[in-house]
């Protein structure tokens, strides 16, 4: 499913003018940023218009700290697609840059209610905005009535472990824990991207590898994994994947690299998506390729029970 993707410097077409915005970052799409959409949604079908989410690409944090290793949980595609099976209408995006940072919090009030033609605007609780994080929600609604938006907060979702937050996810996945990131995000984390050409390496030992870069995706713990692999097309194939380095050889390439059992074809330059299920191990350096061969083996017989399971 597709939706138009708008950019907050352009005139919004006048089909989506008047829309409730659900505004946020909403990486990682998970439980608590579904409850901000959700409302978004709920309220512009009761009010007969349609609901837009914004979002910010790049991440404000990478404009205020440039050199923090990579945290995206999603891309701007693999959001445009979360957005619209929930119910958006389109996904806006806010190019984060130094203009859009020095915007005071009226100033970002008056783009709302202006350009982007707001009628309303759904965030979280905890949302801010303006020049130095100077609007708070409370200033928002404020603004907005002045405007003429509403504004209105959803409460965080919360669990055992707390309120449920990208940062619990980002943590969990870095800890190898694929169940808690999968349970919060309500899917499992998902590396997307073409499949680049490696070593060619697995293939001198029977084990094929399509290979993906990770590009500026969150780096999980890593090591082996089982995973499941969204084809061209749309078929789903289980798999191993290693995530790492490959100790074993050198010299040493970042690289999500995934055995796909039962299956071959030729997938270089064609966009997949892997699946994380489960964490299996951690990277390991062997003394021979028998020995890797021997560990390979029983990694994909794992990884095939644990997915015949899931």
């Known amino acids: 499913m597709t939706i138009p993707v708008l950019d907050h410097r352009d005139t919004v077409p006048a089909a989506l003018r008047g829309a409730v915005y659900a505004l946020g970052n909403f990486d990682g799409f998970h439980l608590g940023h579904q409850a901000v959409v959700g409302a978004a949604v709920q309220a512009a079908r009761a009010a007969g218009r349609p609901a837009i989410v914004a979002t910010f690409d790049p991440h404000p944090m990478r404009l205020f700290r440039p050199d923090a290793p990579p945290f995206r949980l999603t891309t701007l595609a693999q959001r445009a697609e979360l957005f619209a099976a929930a119910g958006a209408a389109a996904m806006l995006v806010f190019h984060f840059d130094a203009a859009l940072a020095a915007l005071s919090a009226g100033e970002f009030a008056a783009l709302l209610a202006g350009p982007l033609a707001a009628s309303g605007v ?22 907005g009535a002045q405007a003429g ?98 100790p074993t050889f050198e010299p040493p390439v970042e690289l999500l690299e995934t055995f796909l059992f039962d299956w071959s074809g030729d997938l ?3 966009e997949i998506a892997i699946a994380l299920h489960r964490y299996l191990r951690p990277e390991a350096k062997f003394d021979s390729l028998e020995a890797l061969t021997a560990q390979m083996d029983a990694d994909c017989a794992r990884a095939r029970a644990l997915l015949a399971d899931a």
Not at 150 to 156: K, Q, S
Not at 159 to 185: K, V, Y
Not at 196 to 222: C, E, F, Q, W
């Open 122 to 143: 759904v965030t979280g609780e905890d949302f801010t905005f303006g020049k130095g994080r100077s609007g708070d929600t409370a200033a928002l609604a404020a603004l």
């Open 268 to 270: 270089y330059g064609q």
């Open 149 to 246: 938006f509403f504004a209105r907060t959803v409460g965080p979702v919360s669990d055992a472990g707390g309120p449920i937050s990208s940062s619990r996810i980002r943590a969990a996945l870095q800890a190898g824990d694929c169940e808690t990131a999968t349970r919060l995000m309500t899917r499992p984390f998902t590396i997307r991207g073409p499949v680049v050409h490696g070593a060619k390496l697995g293939r001198s030992i029977g084990y094929p590898t399509a290979n993906l870069d990770m590009g500026n995706y969150l780096r999980p713990a890593y090591g082996i994994y089982a995973v499941t692999a969204r084809l061209p097309g749309g078929s789903v194939v289980p798999g191993a994947a290693n995530l790492g380095i490959r």
